[in-house]
């Protein structure tokens, strides 16, 4: 398992964080399975790719909203890229499937097409990511922001489960 989506791994990211950082809601979740539904490429002139991935979670817990989603991905010598993603909520006591989006922006320093072929080969042990979110166990709240820097992302793994 080597090899593995970067969005699921984006998403996983975010239950992963939130969990670290004290919301007990998201430490009872389980990503179930997860693939992608549709990439939208960039139009003329633009840089940032779309990705729409299915989620499929079991939620025990409470209510959880993330929302004002950004982070960095990047290698010892290699920044990849940034990437936000929609604010997503996910029901309290729930068992069902979830459409996530995200918006994924290489390095100005790097060609769409490189990006493109470094993701094909995306290997886990190679990068790190920083994440910065806002989480709210209510749906009217904003949500305390929190931030986490220099994460490996091979410490996602565990939470995709197959």
């Given at each position: 398992m080597r090899h593995i989506s970067l969005p699921l791994l984006l998403m996983a990211a975010l239950l992963s964080v939130?969990?670290?950082v004290g919301v007990n809601n998201l430490r009872q979740m389980n990503i179930r399975s997860g693939k992608i539904v549709n990439?939208?490429?960039p139009s003329f002139g633009e840089r940032t790719l779309a990705v729409t991935v299915l989620l499929d979670l079991q939620n025990p817990a409470g209510y959880v909203k993330m929302s004002d989603i950004s982070g960095v991905i990047r290698s010892k010598d290699l920044t990849l890229g940034t990437f936000t993603a929609d604010d997503f909520s996910i029901d309290a006591h729930s068992d069902k499937e979830y459409l996530f989006r995200?918006?994924?922006t290489p390095d100005s320093s790097l060609s769409f097409f490189r990006v493109l072929a470094l993701l094909k080969d995306f290997s886990v042990d190679d990068y790190v990511f920083?994440?910065?979110l806002r989480l709210s166990g209510s749906p009217s709240a904003k949500g305390a922001r929190f931030q986490l820097k220099n994460q490996p992302v091979s410490?996602?793994?565990?939470?995709i489960r197959s």
């Open positions: 939130a969990s670290c990439v939208q490429l995200m918006h994924l920083d994440i910065d410490v996602l793994i565990k939470n």
